[in-house]
């Protein structure tokens, strides 16, 4: 079947879609958005976690076809169209919060998700906001140290929803 | 496999007719994992997440009516007053991506004896409200649960909603878990207190093959508190309703714990609960 929606800002389409595959599947492997993750296939780790009509949701959890006319921001959305990155991501990577990088964009999202609905959040807000993104590396310390600076950040100028960048880092 | 889209509801109910083998799809986050890991190949799916009546809420005579595909997310933001109990339990499924996507309406399909809504569905004294082009239905909710994952709904049925009296008085909810978040219950407890009727609720999840309530524990109660004068609760009174509500477990040893232990969890969570609520009623007043 085939599926269209938007995804990063752009109308984007994918034929030839199995009507059981998720939305993760969609996304990386049709149409060439690497960004979110695969790593349980069972909600349990949030590396894929992407907007879905302005929700951070676990793409592996949603089938491809519900996304038909849908909105999708992945993390790829998130760079301003200049390619600038977005508080969040400039903080993780200033707080040293990136080690192997697989939780990363999906902990980008859920982090940017919090801080557009909490301007400043406590501890308990992050790790609240946090359980549903594993990450075996870090120990999570320096990933709560880039939310609280990038919370002290002015919010970033890159819209929620900017032109995805073909050719992009993969 | 075929997707099936219906934009109403009426168009859902004649494609389940047509297609009774087809799988609703709801919020997906139990549908996806079983076909993400292979265990299931339905002939189709049936999604039902555009057909716009089953994301509303609204009263329907005494009744306070929840549409099936209202998620956990929703429950906590708009509807924690009317619903207490249900919202405490919704707090504590998966994750925000999960509450996000979760629909009560999927935890009553998937049916299992630990699905979190389930338990303060009981103690609310919950209807659920099943649909087909054959007609509408609506059953109480203890009547709903036939066996781990089984439930009374034909195979040309759907789930249209679920509907709670709306009485007001004191909801509690507790859950034991190996942590705060994404946890499947070892043993969950759900007690509603109905002043006005002197009438009490219970549900406990995760020890029995379907949701129990504890109708012995839930008439000691109704029997013995002090609603008139809202006493101090009398211990003997707490000491025995934990009894009762273990008594009324029917646990099995599984890898998250115990028959024993859930027996046991489950005397301290309603002991627990009960003084939680007793408290709310007493700074309420009666
Ligand atoms: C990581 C993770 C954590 C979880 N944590 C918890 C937890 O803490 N507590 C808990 O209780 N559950 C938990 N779950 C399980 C799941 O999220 C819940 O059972 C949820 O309520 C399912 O809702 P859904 O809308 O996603 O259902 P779906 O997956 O869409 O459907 C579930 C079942 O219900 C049927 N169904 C759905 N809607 C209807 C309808 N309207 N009519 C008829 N049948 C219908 C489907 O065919 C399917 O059999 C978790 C799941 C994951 C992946
Ligand atoms: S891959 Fe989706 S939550 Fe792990
Ligand atoms: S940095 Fe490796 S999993 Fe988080």
Known sequence: ?170 | MDFLSPATWAEALAAKAANPDALPIAGGTDVMVELNFDRRRPSALLDLTRIGELTEWGTDGDLLRIGSGVTYARIITELAHRLPGLAMAARTVGSPQIRNRGTVGGNLGSASPAGDALPPLLAAGALVELASTRGVRRLPVAEFFTGPKRTVRAPDELIAAFLVPSHRGPHQFAKIGSRNAMVIAVCSFALALRPVTGEVGTGIGSAGPTPLRAAQAERLLADELPWRTAAVLPEAVVGRFGELVAGAAAPIDDIRGTAAYRRHALSVLARRTLRWAWEEYRREGP
């Open chain 1, 1 to 170: 079947m085939r599926v269209s929606c938007r995804v990063n800002g752009e109308q984007r389409e994918a034929d030839g879609v199995w009507p059981g595959e998720s939305l993760l599947y969609l996304l990386r492997e049709r149409l060439g958005l690497p960004g979110a993750k695969n790593a349980c296939e069972q909600g349990e780790c949030g590396s894929c976690t992407v907007y879905l009509d302005g929700l951070p949701v676990c793409a592996c959890l949603v089938a491809g076809g519900q996304a038909q006319g849908r909105e999708v921001v992945a993390v790829e959305g998130l760079t301003g169209p200049d390619g600038g990155l977005d508080r969040v991501q400039h903080a993780f990577l200033q707080a040293g919060a990136v080690q192997c990088g697989f939780c990363t964009p999906g902990l980008i999202v859920a982090v940017h998700d919090l801080l557009a609905r909490v301007s400043t959040p406590t501890d308990a807000d992050i790790r609240e906001a946090l359980a549903g993104n594993l990450c075996r590396c870090t120990g999570y310390e320096k990933i709560m140290d880039a939310v609280r600076s990038a919370a002290a950040m002015p919010p970033s100028t890159a819209a929620a929803c900017p032109a995805s960048r073909p050719g992009g880092p993969r």
